[in-house]
């Protein structure tokens, strides 16, 4: 996943969001593909959000605000990888008028406890190396890097694969309870 950046404006107060997972492709898709071209530089067709969304529904989340608006998404499948049961983070985007306040770890917390409770090894994503908050989103949860891949962007910019080991690791498994506790 590559980033786009630019300057935020006015906030959204987190205790107004509430999680929906995704059932529907007329009433949600839009308002996925909508964050995610507006937050991600790197482009998706909707063969590919509908690879993800129809195979494993149970491991997108929204996160809705106000009027039904979507100010974070996040999009992932699981299946079998070599000898592993692989959970994989595709897509993961905040609002940028949501940022930094938790958001983008509930997200990811409540994708592990289905990816969890489904039986799951490891879970994997590649994220930018220059990205900062993503790379200390994933730590803070327990995620290590795994390796660097060279030139893994259409930008020619590296990656790391990131990597976190189920059971969950004690940060995880704080995160998830607080989420829970929502
Ligand atoms: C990366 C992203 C999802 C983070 O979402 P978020 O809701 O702001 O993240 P959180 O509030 O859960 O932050 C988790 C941790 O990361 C830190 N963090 C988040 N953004 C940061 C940034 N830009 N710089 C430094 N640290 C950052 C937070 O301070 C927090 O640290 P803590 O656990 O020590 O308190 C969001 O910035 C985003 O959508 N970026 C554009 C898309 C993107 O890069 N997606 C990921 C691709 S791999």
């Known amino acids: ?56 529904p149970e491991l997108c ?6 009027e039904r608006e979507c100010v974070g998404v996040i999009v992932c499948k699981l299946d079998k990888h070599r ?21 983008g770890s509930a997200l990811v917390t409540r994708a592990l406890e289905v990816m969890r409770d489904a039986g799951a090894d490891e879970c994997t994503l590649e994220a930018e190396t220059t990205n900062e908050g993503a790379l200390r989103l994933y730590q803070s949860l327990g995620f290590i890097r795994d390796k660097r891949l060279c030139r893994y962007y259409l930008s020619g910019t590296d990656a790391y694969r990131l990597k976190l080991l189920f059971p969950l690791p004690p940060q995880a498994a704080d995160a998830l309870g607080q ?3 929502q």
């Open 61 to 66: 989340f929204l996160a809705m605000s106000g």
């Open 83 to 103: 000898e592993m049961f692989r959970g994989y983070i595709g897509m993961l985007v905040v609002d940028k008028r949501a940022r930094k306040a938790k958001l």
């Open 179 to 181: 989420a829970q506790g």
């Open 1 to 56: 996943m590559t980033s786009t950046t630019s300057s935020s404006v006015d906030v959204i107060d987190p205790s107004t969001i509430t999680f929906e997972q995704y059932t529907d492709e007329d009433t949600q898709l839009p308002l996925i593909t909508a964050i995610i071209d507006r937050e991600l530089s790197e482009p998706y067709s909707v063969f590919t959000y509908r690879y993800f969304l129809n195979n494993w």
